[in-house]
């Protein structure tokens, strides 16, 4: 049983008057998709991502979604429709089908692990679910003026969010059927679904799960996103490691690319300052080193970018509900000359991350020509790293199917 994971976040965003599309606005130095991404890619049953965008947001989806290389599909453009992007995105998932898809859209950021895990308990029974929530709120019917015309009665009325899980095959028929019947005004799947006759199950949705529509929503997501999570429970890891010199013309080292008169040796890119950095987060949480979770042995980390493995420590942390709090690498060397690489070195980790720039702290030093850093025959790294976690839950991965 696969899940995938399909974000859509083709809209331009145009009632919130910011002059980037909503999805992008940073909100505690993280951008709504950001927040999005993170929390399906966290998430243990969920297999891929797909991501539709605008044409016109490629660079900053890039500068995202190269967070997280390993499990997000090559993004396709959205149509001129939300209705129009979904179609698109289920299209290019069709090449290697998930049995399950799981469709949100972007200007949700807060969707939480419980609630995706809770869409995913009702598909094992349904063919379709999706989070929604009860009207509490009385309705009115207004006309011209904003007279109230009648009060509707809120008796089984729902509020629909995302994540809409579908059966995947199901829902592309349907998607494809509307369209090939000229329906192209549906305000989301469900209705889609509901339209081609499948039964559609309402599980329960999330308060904070709040969609960005206005300037006062960004506001109010915000300063959600301000207090969310308090951390109570601060964790602290080091790392360490030594890659020697081999012939060749340049090293990475912080995931930053330095010409040189030799490369680094080693089964990845031999990015030693990156791999003392993994193994510092996963030791501040107990999980071990980097040589477990991806050993030299097997063939697929064979020149692989040391970025996955710090992208899977952080989602490791996520997974616990924590985050990254500051991370300080020293590199041992005598050369290259680190200083020139320090601020692209910083600003590399605090994109992996997701964190500000002033928690990412990149140090070299030299060993005054003593040792074997001392002889040039290779670079050392040290690192630190420290984690928050809440307190309750700390360690736990919500259950689901
Ligand atoms: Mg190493």
């Not at 289920?90 to 399950?100: F, H, I, V, Y």
């Not at 060397?333 to 997701?354: D, N, Q, V």
């Not at 290779?378 to 991965?397: D, M, N, S, Y």
Request: contains cysteine.
């Amino acid at each position: 049983m696969t899940t995938a994971a399909l974000i859509v976040a083709a809209g331009r965003g145009s009632r919130v008057g910011s002059a980037i599309p909503k999805q992008y606005v940073p909100l505690r130095g993280e951008c709504g998709l950001s927040m999005c991404l993170r929390a399906f890619l966290a998430h243990p049953h969920i297999a891929r991502v797909q991501v539709v965008i605008n044409p016109q947001d490629r660079a900053r989806y890039e500068a995202v979604a190269s967070c997280w290389p390993e499990r997000i599909s090559p993004p396709v453009a959205g149509g001129a429709t939300r209705q129009d992007s979904v179609r698109a995105g289920l299209q290019a998932l069709k090449s290697d089908p998930p049995n399950r898809v799981l469709i949100h859209d972007a200007a949700r950021p807060f969707v939480s692990a419980e609630l995706i895990s809770r869409v995913l308990e009702a598909l094992r029974t349904n063919a379709a679910a999706i989070a929604a929530l009860p009207v509490t709120d009385t309705l009115k019917h207004a006309g011209g003026g904003a007279i109230i015309r009648g009060t509707v009665n809120r008796v089984g009325l729902w509020r629909a969010q995302t994540p809409q899980g579908f059966e995947f095959g199901a829902i592309l028929d349907a998607h494809e059927a509307a369209y090939a019947a000229g329906r192209g005004d549906f305000p989301d799947d469900a209705a889609v679904a509901e339209w081609a006759g499948i039964d559609v199950a309402l599980v329960a949705g999330d308060e904070r799960n709040i969609k960005l529509t206005t300037a006062a929503d960004l506001a109010m997501a915000a300063a959600l996103a301000a207090g969310a999570a308090i951390p109570t429970v601060v964790r602290t890891g080091i790392g360490f490691d030594v890659h020697r010199f081999a012939e060749g013309d340049h090293l990475w080292l912080c995931g930053v690319r330095i010409a040189h008169t030799a490369r680094l040796e080693g089964h990845s890119d031999a990015d030693v300052a990156m791999h003392a950095l993994t193994d510092a987060i996963l030791g501040a949480i107990g999980e071990g080193d980097i040589g477990e979770h991806f050993p030299p042995s097997e063939e697929q980390w064979r020149n692989a970018p040391s970025r996955a493995f710090l992208a899977d420590a952080r989602r490791r942390v996520e997974a616990r509900g924590g985050r990254v709090a500051n991370v300080d690498v020293t590199i041992i060397c005598e050369e290259p000359k680190i200083a020139p690489h320090r601020e692209a070195m910083r600003k590399k980790i605090a994109l992996l991350l997701g964190i500000d720039l002033e928690r990412v702290g990149v140090k070299a030093t030299t060993t005054e020509g003593l040792g074997f850093t001392g002889r040039k025959e290779g670079i050392a790294a040290l690192a630190t790293a420290c984690v928050e976690l809440p307190t309750r839950g700390a360690g736990e991965v919500p259950t689901a199917t």
